[in-house]
C-alpha cells in the first residue's frame, strides 16, 4: 500500500509544471511563495531559488515552507520557460510535414491519403513509424495522422520536448495524431516514456501541449495500468 502511494504522489508532482506551461507571468504573479517554489523545483530551477528569513540556512525545514527572497527574478526565469516552450510549438507547428511509404493511395476530394509499407512521418522533432499510415487532409492544413502497426511492429512514435531532459516515446498497435488539439491517442498495448518515468496500459492518451499523459486499463480488468520511475 505504502508503495502504491508513493508512485501516486511521485506521478502527481512530475505533471505539476507541465500544467504551469498553460500559465502566463501574470498568472505566476499571483502564486503564492510556497507555489513558486514547487514550480521552481519540479522545472529543475531549484538552484534559481535563494531563500530567506531564519531558517534559510536549516536544512531539515521543508524547502517549501521557506522564505523566498527573489520573488520577482524567479517568477521572471519560470516565465522564460513558459515562453520558449510556446515558441517551439509555434516553430513545430510551420514546419513542413515529410512522408516517406513504399507506395501511396491518393483521394483529393476527400483529402484522405494512405502511405503503405514501412512508412514514416516527420515533422521537426516528431517521427511516426508504423506499416501503414493515414493522413486526413483539409484544404490548409493537415488534421489528423493515424499509424497502424502489426503485432511484429508495433506503430511508434518519438518527439522531443522543451521541458523534458528525454525524448517522448510511445508505442501501441494503433497510434492516432490529432495535429488540432495537439493530443495522441495509443490503443492496443500503450506503452510510452516520458522523461524517466513510463507508463503502460490497454490504451493511453498524451496531451503534447500540457506534458500529460491518461492511462487506461482494459475494460475486462485482465489488463491494469502499469507505471514505473526510474530513479
Known amino acids: 500500500m505504502n508503495k502504491l502511494i508513493l508512485l501516486t504522489v511521485l506521478f502527481i508532482t512530475s505533471l505539476a509544471f507541465a500544467e504551469s506551461t498553460a500559465l502566463t507571468k501574470s498568472d505566476l504573479e499571483k502564486l503564492s511563495d510556497k507555489e513558486l517554489i514547487l514550480k521552481a523545483i519540479d522545472s529543475g530551477n531549484y538552484t534559481k531559488i535563494e531563500f530567506g528569513g531564519s531558517e534559510a540556512l536549516n536544512p531539515n525545514f521543508p524547502s517549501y515552507k521557506k522564505d523566498l527572497a527573489n ?98 516515446e510511445a508505442t501501441a498497435d494503433l497510434i492516432t495524431y490529432d495535429v488540432n488539439e495537439g493530443m495522441i491517442f495509443l490503443d492496443g498495448d500503450a506503452y510510452l516514456v516520458q522523461g524517466f518515468d513510463s507508463f503502460r496500459g490497454d490504451s493511453l492518451t498524451y496531451d503534447i501541449d500540457n506534458d500529460k499523459v491518461f492511462v487506461k486499463g482494459s475494460e475486462d480488468g485482465t489488463k491494469r495500468v502499469k507505471f514505473k520511475i526510474d530513479l
Open 71 to 168: 520573488r520577482e527574478e524567479l517568477i521572471a526565469v519560470l516565465a522564460g520557460m513558459i515562453e520558449a516552450v510556446e515558441e517551439s510549438k509555434q516553430e513545430q507547428e510551420k514546419q513542413s510535414i515529410e512522408i516517406e511509404a513504399e507506395s501511396v493511395m491518393v483521394d483529393e476530394a476527400t483529402g484522405y491519403n494512405e502511405f503503405i509499407g514501412d512508412a514514416e512521418v516527420r515533422q521537426g522533432s516528431l517521427v511516426m513509424t508504423a506499416e501503414v499510415i493515414q493522413v486526413q487532409t483539409n484544404a490548409d492544413d493537415v488534421e489528423t495522422m493515424v499509424a497502424k502497426g502489426t503485432p511484429e511492429q508495433p506503430a511508434k512514435y518519438i518527439q522531443s520536448q522543451e521541458n523534458q531532459a528525454r525524448y517522448i
